[in-house]
């Protein structure tokens, strides 16, 4: 007889597994960030800096203010544990993991517009591997300064960093780090170890090890929450959730409300997932944070409609620009639009929304959320503008 999961106890497990609601007993560092990071399975990059860059964000929302320069340290140079490839998105992910998208690889060098260009192109291709072979690793604008020194018709800015990026989701090239933010590139045998890069794993396998590493990170979850975590598509994926329920490690369920039309739907239970009676966080969470990317997820799971507005055009934005969901308890309570303002060391609150039925404790903890986060951050001084439901609450527990 399949088990039935409340959907107050499948938020708690959700939560349990991405690494909330065990406060961390000392300040966090290398040790508490790497366990966080191969919990997580990956940490999403994305270029928008209005607040914070979004890989910084993980960590910030479970453990609390830490050392930006520690996760640097994992993620680039000699001493770094993570790599980078395009697991979820582009993402920092554990060493180990890159040879599981060899598939990945194989895929990206064999579609036709990759390939063609690749065909126009393959003597600048030569080149750039010879020239890491000979200087690498090294930055994209490196590359492109020695171009731009040459003499005569050469390549040009556009086709070195194209050259570049099509080489790494071949496998070609690999990441070494990041520089102010920019790749490294260099050839894989700079960055990873013989016994990695030798390391073969067949398209099935692969994609048991990654569901089973998708599964882990959710506690719960349906099969299309387990494909979305590192964007597998296909029959492959679901062979190996059935593979993975013949082996134990995943225990069917059905969790109220998660079918279609509020009914009923099957999911799965990680076998080591925690059953937490209890989660109280309070915190905020990155627009590409694992808990609420998948959007119809969060919507499953918390009732919280969610879309990032930084694409939508301003007279059409409802929220704001770049709203971080709040999480308080185990509940997203609302959402507040941020800006970083770094010269005038201000943390702005340019909008702040709370969502129908939040506790009237809400202003008050979030309140304390953002004094850390500015603190985070090095910013003295914070200032909320009088736009959004929550607005005026929260300026009033600010002052």
Known sequence: MVQTISPALARRIALGAQGFGRPPSVTPGI????????????????????????????????????????????????????????????????????????????????????EAWAQGNRPMLDWLLAELAANGPLRASAIEHDVNRRRGPWWGWSDVKTGLETLFRWGDVAISGRERFERVYGLPEQVFPRELRERTIGRDDAHRELVSRSARAHGIG?????????????????????????????????????????????????????????????????????????????????????????????????????????????????????KNDRQAQVLRVRAAWVEPGAPSDTAGRLSSVLKEAAAWQGLPQIEVER????????AAELR
């Open 31 to 114: 040790r508490q960030l790497d366990a966080l990071v191969n919990r997580l399975g990956l940490l999403q990059i994305d270029s928008v800096n209005v607040f914070e860059r979004s890989h910084y964000m993980p960590a910030f929302s479970r453990l609390g203010a830490y050392d930006k320069a520690q996760l640097d340290r994992l993620t680039s140079g000699r001493e770094s544990r993570f790599t980078e490839y395009w697991a979820h998105e582009a993402s920092f992910l554990p060493r180990d993991a890159w040879p599981l998208f060899g598939w990945r690889m194989r895929e990206f060098r064999t579609r036709s517009a990759t």
């Open 222 to 338: 349906t099969g299309k929450d387990f494909a979305d975590y590192f964007r597998l598509r296909g029959p492959a994926t679901l062979a190996a959730i059935h593979d993975l329920e013949d082996a134990g490690e995943l225990i069917p369920v059905e969790v109220p409300g998660w079918g279609a039309g509020g009914a009923s739907g099957g999911a799965w239970l990680h076998r080591d997932a925690r059953l937490p009676r209890r989660v109280d966080a309070a915190t905020l969470l990155s627009p590409f944070d694992p808990v609420v990317w998948e959007r119809a997820r969060a919507l499953r799971l918390f009732g919280f409609h969610y879309r990032i507005e930084i694409y939508t055009p301003e007279p059409k934005r409802v929220f704001g620009y770049y709203c971080l969901p709040v999480l308080l308890g185990d509940t997203i309570v609302g959402r507040v639009d941020l």
């Open 387 to 394: 736009r959004g439901n929550l607005a005026e609450a929260l």
